[in-house]
């Protein structure tokens, strides 16, 4: 029995019977595992319990706990509620974290309007607003809202175009849109149009077409043939939208549905979204390194998946019994305020979808750990050809962004096995370097990624910077004066030179004078390529955004009229620059102290500062 064996068994021994958290930490203290219990000593015996009978992953982790903490609560419930804040604000690398950044596109409706539109949002708001979705993707919901727009006719401009618009656009004479902004539409008739579209929405499409038949219908027996022709091609539209949808149930319910697929180490989550009865979309989330059992994964992701309660189904679906049922339903109820059930159907359709479910998430993983086996032996590759000292699990990508030195920035990538990890890039402003000088920008901006001690971990297995032996060099530089350089890997990424003959980008490693061939291995050229590109990309972006934020706010300084409180009165209201020079003139007249001239003015200024093509 080791030293860190024998204090666990005492820590155990002293622990309470009552519900809480507990949170086990590694030798450097860390926090590795957080998790819960109704009985605490109960469950953390067990993890000392036959571990000769544990599986390999179980026992590896076992023997890099050193210490634990625990947390008493009240009751069972509270102690489901404190595991998952803490789990969101340690991320440890035991439990399930649900890395997933994408927000998931909406529609948002605010019917507090005379004339309201469908728009896509991407972040749910604190307000009366109906949202509907979630979609799987932005195409989704585009393909979606254009269906929207050409059934039901519903205006399409921003609020500051709806006010100031004296003639109807294009949509009007195509015969898509009602054109509320400069016609006298009754707003009986269009909150009907509204309602349709909320209906088809629901997956109350049949009920639809039945309505806008029986309306063609009367308005054929009253002879008003011009209406029965658009009521014909209403309902023709939505026919063939509901040919292309999947019916999966026949109760024609909202209801998100969670299997799960499993090998090892490596969990996949799949979630199907349906609505009306209808299939609507389905998304996939992977998982390594867990330590909880299946129905204590889908738990957790499902309280992780659900922060927020606007597309919550009153039903929930999944491959599995979840021990916690009953806390995750009561919690989820708390949540949308109406009950919510959680269901693990043996039989009939909803055990048919479940099936289903399962049958994508097996396929899923199995596309999953083929790609990843692809990628792992591009990177075995890689490191071979290189000859790198690590292997490339994490790579680090540098480039920097300015037009004659005019706000130089730098942008960090990062791509973790093969893949890029968004939620780690990094902007970086350049702030020591006055004049143009590409070598400087590159050296403050390592220095600062590199150069804050354990902060700076996880460092890259490797670095690579886009240019040649020149950015090379200082990047070599900036980490041997840190001490790293021995610990890090380091290349660099040139283009072409087309004048010289050069038919492929060139990448330069230390101590090696010509370019690295990479002869029938072009795939490990491209994706190099790939990242560069990536790094260049993310730079652009935001040096452009960098440069057109300063660009307006300087030209506000120059409006007669506009001081630091008015300036800061449109930064607050618009909420960006992009939206202050889309604003028009009864945009500007709406704000306190504004009037006309003002506006006009601010308007007339900000018309010369429009990027072209607007």
């Known amino acids: 029995m080791t030293h860190y064996d024998s204090q666990l068994k005492e ?318 339903e009561e919690w989820l109820g708390n949540l949308k305020q109406k009950r919510i059930q959680i269901r693990h159907p043996k039989r009939g359709e909803k055990r048919k979808l479940t099936d289903m479910a399962v049958q994508n998430a097996v396929n899923e993983l199995s596309n999953f750990l083929r790609s990843r086996s692809k990628e792992k032996d591009l990177l075995h590759r890689l490191q071979k050809r290189l000859n790198l000292i690590r292997f490339p699990k994490r790579i680090e990508c540098f480039d920097n962004s300015n037009i004659s030195g005019a706000e130089p920035v730098a942008s960090m990538v990062v791509f973790k096995e093969g893949q890029a990890n968004k939620a780690a890039y990094r902007k970086y402003r350049i702030r020591t370097v006055d004049e143009p000088d590409d070598y400087a920008y590159m050296s403050e901006v390592l220095a600062r990624r590199f150069g804050k001690g354990e902060e700076s971990k996880p460092y890259p297995d490797l670095l690579i910077v886009d240019g040649g032996k020149g950015q090379l060099n200082v990047a070599a530089a900036v980490l041997s004066e840190l001490n790293l350089k021995g610990d890090i890997d380091l290349i660099g990424i040139a283009k072409k030179d087309e004048r010289k003959g050069e038919r492929q980008d060139k990448v330069f490693t230390l101590g090696r004078v010509n370019a690295v061939n990479f002869g029938k291995q072009t795939d490990l050229l491209l994706f190099l390529q790939r990242v560069r590109d990536e790094a260049h990309r993310f730079a652009i972006t935001f040096h452009r955004h960098r440069r057109s934020k300063v660009a307006m706010q300087s030209v506000l300084d120059t409006i007669p009229g506009v001081g630091i409180k008015r300036k800061a009165l449109l930064l607050k209201h618009f909420k960006s620059i992009k939206k202050i020079r889309e604003a028009t003139i009864g945009d500007f007249l709406a704000l306190p102290g504004f009037d006309r001239r003002l506006a006009e003015s601010i308007h007339n200024a900000l018309s010369d500062h429009r990027p072209q093509g607007r």
């Open 11 to 328: 820590l155990i021994s002293l622990s309470t019977t009552e519900p809480g958290v507990y949170l086990m930490k590694d030798a450097e203290g860390r926090i590795i595992y957080i998790g819960k219990a109704k009985n605490l000593k109960k469950r953390l015996s067990a993890y000392l319990k036959n571990t000769g009978r544990m599986d390999l992953k179980t026992g590896v982790f076992v023997k890099k706990v050193a210490d634990f903490e625990t947390v008493i609560t009240r009751t069972e419930k509270e102690a489901l509620i404190l595991e998952s804040n803490l789990i969101k604000q340690h991320k440890p690398r035991y439990n399930v974290i649900l890395k997933d950044g994408k927000r998931y596109p909406s529609l948002r409706l605010d019917l507090s309007e005379k004339y309201p539109r469908f728009r896509i949002a991407r972040k749910i708001g604190e307000d009366d607003a109906l949202y509907f979705g979630p979609f799987a993707s932005a195409s989704a919901v585009r393909q979606t809202l254009n269906t929207i727009n050409k059934t039901f006719k519903l205006r399409k401009c921003r609020t500051g175009e709806f006010r100031s618009r004296n003639r109807p656009c294009l949509h009007c004479q195509i015969a898509g849109c009602l054109a509320p902004c400069c016609m006298d539409v009754d707003p009986t008739r269009y909150r009907e149009n509204v309602n349709e579209a909320i209906m088809f929405l629901k997956g109350r499409t049949s009920d639809l077409l039945r309505k806008v038949k029986m309306e063609m219908e009367k308005a054929a027996e009253f002879q008003e043939f011009e209406k029965a022709a658009r009521l014909r091609d209403k309902m023709f539209a939505l026919e063939r939208t509901i040919e292309k949808q999947i019916a999966v149930t026949t109760d024609f319910k909202d209801r998100d549905v969670f299997a799960i697929a499993r090998t090892d180490n490596v969990y996949l989550i799949s979630v199907f979204f349906v609505r009306g009865g209808f299939l609507s979309g389905t998304r996939h989330f992977d998982f390594e390194d867990t330590l909880s059992t299946d129905t204590e994964i889908l738990g957790t992701f499902i309280r992780q998946y659900y922060d927020r309660p606007n597309f919550l189904p009153n039903e929930i679906l999944t491959s599995i019994v979840l021990e916690d049922r009953r806390l995750l």
